[in-house]
């Protein structure tokens, strides 16, 4: 590059007539013009060559992951995997405010039990109390890993037809009364059922295919925001408060209901179907319930928790000496929720598509007519055919096999 060059002094600074040449001699001014401003064209060109070179670069470090599949198929628990594995710490920070939605999955668990135990005491002697069987995808037989509501089973339960013998649930006089005496017990409890529902979602309200708790992206933030649901150790205040309270007053009762024979006949039945990581959070109350309890990892992957739109996380991962950003997207499965997959698709590096193979007795949610295998099914010949996703790698897993072995043991046969 040459040296800076002097401007003949005296002269108009707008306009010189001549300027002095390295070697002394006067060259006319549009001449040093024309190379002073090549200069500066080839030193942009440069900026912009080294810049997109950069961007380049940084694209290529970029991996962007999609995890995609059916509401409940695993996806967000697949997230918390990666996050255990490659950021720990903020999986660490994040316990105490699990600590609310584990309470939650408990006390929907009991409202679930109690619900179930009382329609079934309605229903009249001799009436079919609407086994959801199929028998084209499955023998009927008992089962402990149940997938849906109850009450989502009973509404629809004409247009799935029955294959199981008739059953009639009939508790003796004791047993009646001691399941009295636990409902009156825990009304105070399934009480907060919706209030704290609403809290941690945020206070938006339920909509179709969304019957739980649900959350979008930076929802911890929200509650550590709300005094009201600080969820930290020990906390008694607001509704996640009152939960934590009534939980650990009364943690007996739910031992007591969850051992109750009804409740195992009506699991047994398939009558009761509770979500798939109710019986580990039952198991575990009264660990859960002591005031001072914060979640495990093993709590944490077990808790049931819908996911709305598509929550972005990022993890710096070193691959063979590289550091790549790796950007996992970890979308809302259900149907209503599918179609804020699509902007995502197109600089998609990989999708993890997510079958649960457990799923082959199971509904959906969102449409209980829908088989959950068939959805998946579906879903993924849509997704494998999709041109935005011609250049995305594709990675199929199929998870829940701890699932369909317990059901496979527990006498439930696939037919199709
Ligand atoms: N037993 C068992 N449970 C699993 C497995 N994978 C996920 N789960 C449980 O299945 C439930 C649903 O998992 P999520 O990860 O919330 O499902 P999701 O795909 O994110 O669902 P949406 O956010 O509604 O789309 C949770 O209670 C998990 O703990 C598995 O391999 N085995
Ligand atoms: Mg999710």
Redesign the pocket.
């Known amino acids: 590059m040459p040296a800076a060059v002097p401007i003949a002094q005296g002269r108009s600074s707008s306009a010189p007539a001549s300027i002095e040449g390295d070697s002394g001699v006067l060259l006319p001014a549009n001449r040093f013009y024309d190379e002073e401003s090549q200069r500066i064209s080839n030193l942009i060109d440069e900026e912009l060559r080294k810049e997109s070179q950069k961007q380049r670069e940084a694209r290529r470090k970029q991996v962007k992951v999609m995890l995609l ?10 997230q918390k995997q990666f996050q255990i594995y490659y950021a720990s710490q903020s999986l660490d920070r994040e316990r105490p405010f699990w600590k609310p939605v584990v309470h939650f999955n408990i006390i929907r668990a009991v409202k679930t039990m109690l619900e179930e135990i009382d329609y079934e005491l309605s229903q009249p002697e001799g009436e079919d109390s609407g086994v959801e069987s199929d028998p084209e995808y499955n023998e009927p037989g008992p089962s402990s890993a149940g997938p849906s509501s109850s009450s989502h089973r009973r509404h629809n339960k004409s247009k799935q037809p029955s294959a199981a013998p008739e059953h009639v649930f009939r508790p003796s006089a004791n047993e009646l009364e001691t399941l009295s005496v636990l409902r009156t017990r825990l009304l105070p409890l399934v009480a907060l059922h919706d209030s704290l529902a609403s809290e941690l979602s945020g206070g938006v309200s339920f909509s179709r295919g969304l019957t739980g708790v ?1 959350v979008r992206a930076g929802w911890q933030g929200l509650l550590q925001s709300n005094p009201g649901s600080r969820a930290g150790k020990g906390s008694v205040v607001g509704v996640a408060g009152l939960a934590a309270k009534a939980l650990d007053s009364s943690r007996e009762d739910i031992q007591a209901l969850w051992a109750h024979s009804s409740v195992k006949e009506l699991i047994q039945e398939r009558k009761l179907k509770l ?3 109710a019986p580990f959070f039952l198991d575990n109350v009264a660990r859960i319930a002591e005031p001072d309890y914060l979640p495990n990892l093993d709590d944490v ?7 709305l739109g598509v929550i972005e996380h990022s993890f710096p991962i070193n691959l063979g000496g590289t550091m790549y950003d790796w950007r996992l997207y ?5 149907r209503g ?1 599918r179609h804020a997959w699509i902007p995502y698709f197109e600089d998609a590096t990989a999708i993890i598509f ?1 079958a ?1 193979i457990s799923a082959f007795d199971q509904y959906l949610e969102e449409d209980p007519r829908t088989n959950r295998i068939d959805d998946s099914l579906q879903l993924f010949t849509t997704i494998c055919s999709n041109k935005l996703l011609k250049k995305a790698h594709l990675v199929l897993m199929l ?5 369909l072995k317990a059901k496979l043991k527990a006498g439930i046969r696939v037919q199709k």
């Open positions: 599949g059916q509401a409940e198929s695993g996806k967000s628990t697949l649900f979500e798939e990581s992957l077990n808790v049931r928790l819908q996911t970890d979308v809302g499965g259900a929720q997510l649960p998870n829940k096999t701890d699932l």
